[in-house]
Every structure is written in C-alpha cells, then in structure tokens.
C-alpha cells in the first residue's frame, strides 16, 4: 500500500505531462517557412449559406448577410464566383459591385429542363444588368460529371448564351472531362477547368499536388491551344478523412494556398479558389470533407493568417485542459470509492479516461452539422461518460480485490436491448449487466460502421472519437487481464468477425499511404478482440484437488 500511495504523485505528474504533450504536439505552430506571396486572391468561389441554410432546401441567407459576407471578403479577393442566378432575395452582382468586387456569374444546369431554362435567362438578363461587374458568365458547373445533359444539350445552352450577352462565355469541369469532350471547345471562349487533387481518382498529397497542378494546365493548354484556360476550381479541405496519402487538416491547406499561390504567379494562371466559406450543407453529400473547403469557417472565422505558422487546432489547450480536468475528478472519485485499490493504476486509467473523453467531444461536436447528428453526438458521448464510469467501478472493484459481477455474453446483452426498445426493461439490477452490455453496444456499432467504411467509404470519416473509450476500456481490461474468455456464441462471431474482416478489407483497398485507413483498422480488430476472446463454450473452473491423483481416481468411480 505504501510503494502505491508513493507511486501515485509521481503517475499523476506524469499523467499531466503525456496529456500537454499528445494536445500540443500534433498543435505545434507548422508551416512558418512556406510564404504567402500576395494579398489578395484573383477569385473565390462564393456561397453566403451559412448553419441551417441550404440551397438543397431553398432556405437562403438575407439580403443583410450576403453584404456582411462580401464586404468580409473583399479586402482579399478582386473577384467571385457564383454557381446559381436563381437565388435568395438578393443579387449578388448588385452588392458585390457596391464594394468594388468582380463577377464570375454562374448558372445552375441539371436534369429539370425547365429549370434550366429559367437559370439561363436569369444569368443572361443579370449579364447584361451588371456588364461593370459580370466579367464573365460560366454556364453549368460539372454537368457532365454529373451526367446530367448530354453534351449536345449543354451545347445549346452555352450558344443560347453567348447569343445574349457580351461577356466570355465558359463552362466549368473536371479537366478530365475537358479532355474526354473536346468539341466542346468550340462553343466557348475561355476553357475553365477544375484541378482537385484531393478529389483524383488516384489521390495526391499537398507534396506533389503543385507539380500536378503544373503538368494538368499545360496538357490542357496543349489541347486547346487557341483558348484562354482558367482554373475554376483549385483548393485543399481542411478536415475530413484522408484520400491515401491526401490529407485534409489546416495547416495542409494552408501550405496548399501558398503553394499555389505563387505558382500561379509563375505560371501566370487565371484562377478561382474553392472557396470563400466552409459549406455547412454539403455534407449531406460529401460527408465532412465537403464541408470544409472554405478559407474561412462557417462562423466567418479565418482558419490561419495569410502567412507565418499555423495551428492545426487553436483550441487545443483549452481541450487539454478539460481531459485533466476530468481525469482528476474521476480520480479523486474512484479513490475515494475504492481505498483499497492501486491508486496509482487507477490515476493512470483515469488520465487515459480524461482524454479519450475530451478527444471524443474535440472530434465530434465541430462537426455535428445538424440537429441529427448533434443528437447522435450526445448521445454517444454520453454513452461514452457513462462506459468510462462504469470502467473505473470495475477497474476499482478489481484492484481493490472486491467482487465484480460474471461476465455476460452478446446474446444477454442483445436481449437486454431489445428489452429496452420495446418498453419492457427493469433498471433494478443495473450493476450486473451495465458494463458488459453497454460495452457490447459499442461494438455491435463498430460492426456496422465498419461495414459502410467498407461498402460505402468515399465520404465517410474514420470514426476514432466515436469509441475513444471503448478503445481505453478494451487495452486497460486486457491489462487488468480482466477479458473474459469463452462462453460466448452467435453474437460474439458476428460483431467480432465482421470488425475483423472488413477492417482487413477496408486496409487493404485503403492502401498503405493512408495512414488513417491503416490506423483506424487496428483499433477496429482491437475491439473485436472482447468478442472473439468469447467464442466458445463456457470453460468450468476446475477445483485444484480434481487435479490430483485421488481426484481422478474418485471421477473414474
């Protein structure tokens, strides 16, 4: 008891130490030495929706805002980029002229042909409204990506519009698809192309993105050699999952811009940043990583300055912070409860605790983008809260030589579940089965969120701060050797099978660049490993005098 108490002031120091330096590492200052060589951007893609506006559901800013946005961004931009003349109360030429910013007015082309028909006179009649600030029109924005017209229709569009308005008339792509329809070249005056390299069918990283960049713009101008080229599209995410070695944070956008920026200047490019604001609304079809495009988040925050180093996360300390300040108080909790256990392993579970639980709030809540998944994300995170105090009961109870309840298999947990949902369930006897079915929800969910990674992954983030603490729980119950073996079943081979082998699969169609994929598979097999540990018939203890001689002798009789 003594060399425990002596040990636990040491753990707690360094417990606080570890927990500073896994926040402020990965938040260290970066990207100092890449200079940013102008202050002002040639065109930005512009979208003034902002939390709980959305062009998918025809809820669009005011009037007011728009003006707010564009007089925020004009000091950075000489022009912007629209990409529907079908919009809110509000014209977004008229007030980007009253502060002195250009226009790359866009129409929205689809399926709907009447719709389109209405995009087109609107652009033409805001065209030739505002010739001072309308310095181009772009009809249609990745239309053939989409698939949505044949190209002879989009044809038509474009010569319907360079037949009404005095303006270059364009379309924008993916350069790909420049390349797959060249003729239709023919019937624009400026070849507009968009360059993601996050986006490409074979993923780059920002390392060679700027050499990409180069050898696309110069195939394209071989292609096209009598039209002018612009870049319509060109940009970095901020968050979201990796693409192989493409890795979306900030300070990779960061070095991006700059990097682009003054190849741009080198190479004399004629180009538009995607985009002025993060997207809150696009996730619904590219997941985080399309909402956080933006050069400025969502709240109107500048992610980093224009030059000098940048943080990947600002706040980290205040999240450093709160995990120590949730590791003392569940310390100081379960001391208390249990006096007889090792405080020094429980100061250690604790400080792992207090992090994963600040970790699961650090990556879930900056990105719950509506009223569902701030829903999903409390009540995970409660889940989480409440797992990571039952895993200190039990980590208690263990240590101190106190009894713990018998293991539970899948299918009681299942039951109990089901109970639950069907009204049917008494919370009576909650400390019997709390911990282990709880636990095994977390990994049923696992299960089936390594199935989409598997089968539907292109937007899907890898959900680390969804199991933070079912991630602890697991190592810290392998360390008390408190994993129950045997005496599972049906249940344990379906949760623990299919983590196990789609997180298998989805590493190796991942590939070995993305270090994210690879890493998230390794904690996706570590939480198969409770149930699989299970899979079998219940082994009964056998009493150490059966072992003997006499006590076969006394089994054969």
């Known amino acids: 008891m003594a060399v425990s108490r002596s040990l636990t002031a040491p753990v707690l120091l360094l417990g606080a130490l570890v927990t500073i330096l896994v926040w ?10 890449v200079p940013m060589v102008t202050e002002r951007f040639n065109s930005v893609s512009f979208a003034p929706f902002r939390e709980g506006q959305s062009p998918l559901r025809d809820i669009f800013p005011s009037a007011a805002q728009v003006e707010e946005d564009i007089a925020l961004i004009a000091p950075r931009v000489r022009a912007i980029r629209s990409y529907a003349s079908i919009e809110g109360n509000y014209e977004t030429a008229e007030i980007a ?12 082309l689809g399926r709907d042909l009447r719709q389109n028909d209405r995009e087109i006179a609107a652009l033409i009649a805001t065209a030739n ?3 001072e600030v309308v310095e181009r029109v772009v009809v249609g924005n990745e239309v053939l990506l989409r698939r949505d017209l044949p190209v002879e229709e989009l044809a038509r569009q474009i010569d319907r519009v360079k037949a009404a308005v005095r303006q270059p008339v364009t379309y924008a792509d993916v350069w ?8 239709l070249a023919r019937h624009v005056d400026i070849v507009t192309i968009h360059i993601l390299p996050y986006w490409e069918d074979e993923p780059l990283g920002v390392d060679v993105a700027m050499a990409h960049v180069r050898d696309v713009y110069r195939r394209i101008k071989a292609m096209f050699p009598d039209k002018p080229i612009a870049i319509g599209e060109i940009g970095w995410p901020s968050a979201g999952r990796w693409r192989e070695a493409a890795i979306p944070s900030r300070v990779e956008q960061a070095v991006f811009l700059r990097r682009f920026i003054q190849l741009s200047q080198e190479e004399g490019f004629d180009y538009n940043l995607i985009e002025a604001f993060d997207q809150v609304w696009k996730y619904r079809n590219e997941g985080t990583v399309g909402a956080a495009w933006g050069l400025w988040t969502a709240d109107r925050a500048p992610k980093f300055d224009l030059s000098g180093p940048v943080r990947e996360n600002p706040w980290w300390a205040w999240y450093a912070g709160a995990a120590l300040l949730l590791g003392g108080a569940m310390f100081a909790g379960a001391a208390r409860a249990w006096p007889g256990a090792a405080r020094w392993k429980l100061a250690l579970l604790s400080a792992a605790l207090g992090n994963a639980l600040a970790y699961a709030f650090c990556g879930g809540w900056p990105y719950a983008f509506d009223e569902h998944l701030k829903l999903a994300f409390g009540v995970n995170l409660l889940g989480q809260a409440l797992l990571a105090a039952l895993l200190l009961r039990r980590a208690g109870a263990r240590l101190s030589g106190s009894p713990i309840e018998p293991a539970r298999n899948g299918a009681q947990a299942s039951a109990n579940i089901r109970s639950i949902f069907r009204g049917r369930f008494r919370f009576r006897d909650w400390r019997a089965f709390a911990f282990d079915d709880l636990l095994f929800l977390f990994l049923f969910t696992a299960a089936v969120l390594q199935m989409m990674l598997l089968f539907d992954p292109r937007y899907r983030d890898f959900p680390f701060p969804t199991f933070a603490v079912p991630l602890v729980a697991v190592i810290a119950r392998a360390l008390m050797r408190d994993l129950p073996r045997r005496g599972g079943g049906w249940a344990e081979w379906l949760v623990g099978g299919v983590l196990v082998v789609c997180a298998a699969a989805s590493a190796i169609l991942e590939g070995p660049h993305n270090l994210q994929a690879l890493g998230w598979s390794v904690c996706a097999i570590g939480l198969a490993l409770p149930p699989l540990l299970r899979v079998g018939p219940l082994r009964r203890e056998v009493a150490p005098n059966a072992r003997s001689p006499q006590g076969s002798a006394a089994r054969a009789r």
């Open 24 to 33: 402020w590492f990965p938040n260290r200052q970066q990207a100092g030495d």
């Open 97 to 108: 002229g009253r502060h002195g910013v250009k226009m790359w007015k866009g129409a929205w």
């Open 129 to 131: 409204r505002h010739p």
């Open 176 to 183: 790909e698809f420049w390349a797959q329809f060249p003729e």
